[in-house]
């Protein structure tokens, strides 16, 4: 069964420094969220592509993170520098085009020291 | 701007039994989704049920029922027959509008009894 991948599944890092999550979806879904979930709350979505095209960026924090699709295909979210509260689950989605289900990857726990 | 409310951050079942989690939304989208995952400690969210704001009939998949009010703004999901394996977070999200994101609630956590 296809499935969305998501690596590393654990970072740790130091405050100021860079991390990078990749996200593979599942074949022929040319929708892709990144969520991030905050342990003890809902995910919240970060950012939304539609093939390589950004549809939603509109709760990204700007200053620090950016995404990327350059092909439209695998994803990756970076942040730098990191700072403490941006330790949580990061959780990449994907679905079909116009697809109203998302099929979620295992996810990115990240922890910022 | 759309929200998801889950009252209940803990519940518990005694395995075979039937157990019931809440959830209220607010939106001002007429044409949307309504959404119960479950997220298993340390596995990946996977999709329960979902309900479609047109239909008048509730869904099912199952064990698994919602009590879909619309007017009241509630979507609540009915297990039954619970069974170990049903141990996990479960969130309440809703989507609508151009973008299908979805809206997610606080999560309940639910404990199964053998």
């Known amino acids: 069964e296809a499935e969305v991948a998501q690596s590393p599944r654990y970072k740790i890092t130091e405050k100021s420094q860079a991390v990078a999550f990749w996200c593979d979806p599942i074949?022929?879904?040319?929708?892709l969220y990144w969520y991030r979930q905050i342990l003890g709350q809902g995910p919240e979505l970060l950012v939304q592509?539609?093939?390589?095209?950004?549809?939603?960026d509109s709760q990204l924090p700007k200053d620090r993170f950016s995404a990327e699709r350059l092909k439209g295909v695998d994803s990756t979210l970076k942040i730098q520098p990191a700072e403490l509260g941006d330790s949580a689950m990061y959780l990449c989605a994907s679905s079909l085009p116009q697809g109203i289900e998302q099929f979620f990857g295992p996810g990115t726990r990240l922890t910022v020291l | 701007a759309q929200t998801v409310t889950q009252s209940q951050p803990e519940m518990s079942v005694q395995e075979a039994e039937t157990v019931t989690l809440s959830c209220t939304y607010d939106t001002s989208e007429s044409d949307y989704y309504l959404f119960w995952y479950k997220q298993p400690p340390s596995r990946q969210m996977i999709l329960v049920i979902r309900q479609e704001a047109y239909k008048q009939q509730n869904a099912t998949e199952n064990r698994f029922s919602v009590n879909f009010q619309k007017a009241a703004k509630s979507f609540s999901l009915k297990i039954s027959d619970s069974q170990l394996g049903d141990a996990a977070m479960y969130f309440c999200a809703s989507t609508g509008g151009a973008t299908n994101k979805l809206i997610f609630g606080t999560g309940t956590l639910l404990a199964v009894q053998p």
């Open positions: 592509f539609q093939d390589e095209s950004v549809v939603d």
């Open positions: 074949s022929g879904h040319a929708t």
